[in-house]
Nanobody, 119 residues
Framework: QVQLVESGGGLVQAGDSLRLSCAAS????????MGWFRQAPGKAREFVAA????????NYADSVKDRFTISRNNAKNTVYLQMNSLKLEDTAVYYC????????????WGQGTQVTVSS
């Protein structure tokens, strides 16, 4: 059974930085694509960033490109999201998700961590 636990959210001011972490249980982490998503109040969940199993390929939403960096440490079963130059519109609940090998979509989700950016 896979469990994903996010941490690192909080209340920050615009322009600040935060690093989110997502710790995964189970044996499939190192072979899985990992992603970060977010959902703002009253809005649909949206894709933020993804990283392949090796860390050699990453992909970002246009809204966070050049500000956010996704990375992973397979020895620690952890994926990170470094968020710099935070904006008010980055306020959301951030979720990590795991897409195991052979699956066409993200199959496992964390409970989310709140990020609030104030002016």
């Amino acid at each position: 059974q896979v469990q994903l636990v996010e941490s690192g959210g909080g209340l920050v001011q615009a322009g600040d930085s935060l690093r989110l972490s997502c710790a995964a249980s189970g044996r499939t982490f190192s072979s899985s694509q990992m992603g970060w998503f977010r959902q703002a109040p009253g809005k649909a969940r949206e894709f933020v960033a993804a990283i392949d199993w090796s860390g050699g390929y990453t992909n970002y939403a246009d809204s966070v490109k050049d500000r956010f960096t996704i990375s992973r440490n397979n020895a620690k079963n952890t994926v990170y999201l470094q968020m710099n130059s935070l904006k008010l519109e980055d306020t959301a609940v951030y979720y990590c998700a795991q897409r195991p090998v052979g699956f066409s979509d993200y199959n496992y989700w964390g409970q989310g961590t709140q990020v609030t950016v104030s002016s």
